[in-house]
């Protein structure tokens, strides 16, 4: 079992940056693929980042890909999220996920633990 938990979000304006994190726990963290989600207000959870146990293999959206940065520190159990020129579409609930693959993977169904989420609000 892994408990995975999420912050830094917060009300920015458009143009800003902030940086994400997500703490993990319980089994060794540095096995498992991870990713990062994002949820708006009725739409479906979106693939935003993956990244490998390695930390070698990263996967971005065409959406964020240049402005988000995902990266990892395994002796810390922590995985990042640093969002650059933010928008209001990147407004959202973001998600961290943790994949036993280890692969890190852009399929929502790939991932078998999940935090509770950390809310982002990009003011126009």
């Known amino acids: 079992q892994v408990q995975l938990v999420e912050s830094g979000g917060a009300l920015v304006q458009a143009g800003g940056s902030l940086r994400l994190s997500c703490a993990a726990s319980?089994?060794?963290?540095?096995?498992?693929?991870m990713g990062w989600f994002r949820q708006a207000p009725g739409k479906e959870r979106e693939f935003i980042a993956a990244?490998?146990?390695?930390?070698?293999?990263?996967l971005y959206a065409d959406s964020v890909k240049g402005r988000f940065t995902i990266s990892r520190d395994n002796a810390k159990n922590t995985m990042y999220l640093q969002m650059n020129s933010l928008k209001a579409g990147d407004t959202a609930v973001y998600y961290c996920?943790?994949?036993?693959?280890?692969?890190?993977?852009?399929?929502?169904?790939?991932?078998?633990?999940w935090g509770q989420g950390t809310q982002v609000t990009v003011s126009s």
């Open positions: 996920a943790a994949d036993r693959s280890g692969g890190g993977s852009n399929y929502r169904g790939s991932y078998d633990y």
């Open positions: 319980g089994r060794t963290f540095s096995g498992y693929g």
């Open positions: 990244i490998s146990w390695t930390g070698i293999r990263r």
